[in-house]
């Protein structure tokens, strides 16, 4: 399935995003389970486009050009 999805999506950036994407829900969920702060939607887009913020400073120049557009 995963193999299927990175070819549907069908940019380098796939395996980038999908990480991104499953940090943001660990750590939404540990703040549930140990700070009591509940999470909403909103507020994981938010964190999500803050980490690959992030990510785009660490990643390769093609990489982060398409993280960038990515995100617009």
Not at 27 to 51: G, V
């Amino acid at each position: 399935m995963m193999i299927e999805a990175r070819t549907a999506f069908g940019n380098v950036i796939f395996g980038e995003i999908v990480i991104t994407a499953c940090w943001v829900i660990w750590t939404s969920r540990n703040r549930l389970i140990f700070d009591n702060n509940p999470c909403n939607m909103d507020n994981w887009n938010t964190r999500f486009k803050e980490e690959i913020g992030l990510i785009c400073i660490k990643v390769k120049p093609n990489l982060a050009g398409s993280l960038y557009k990515y995100l617009e």
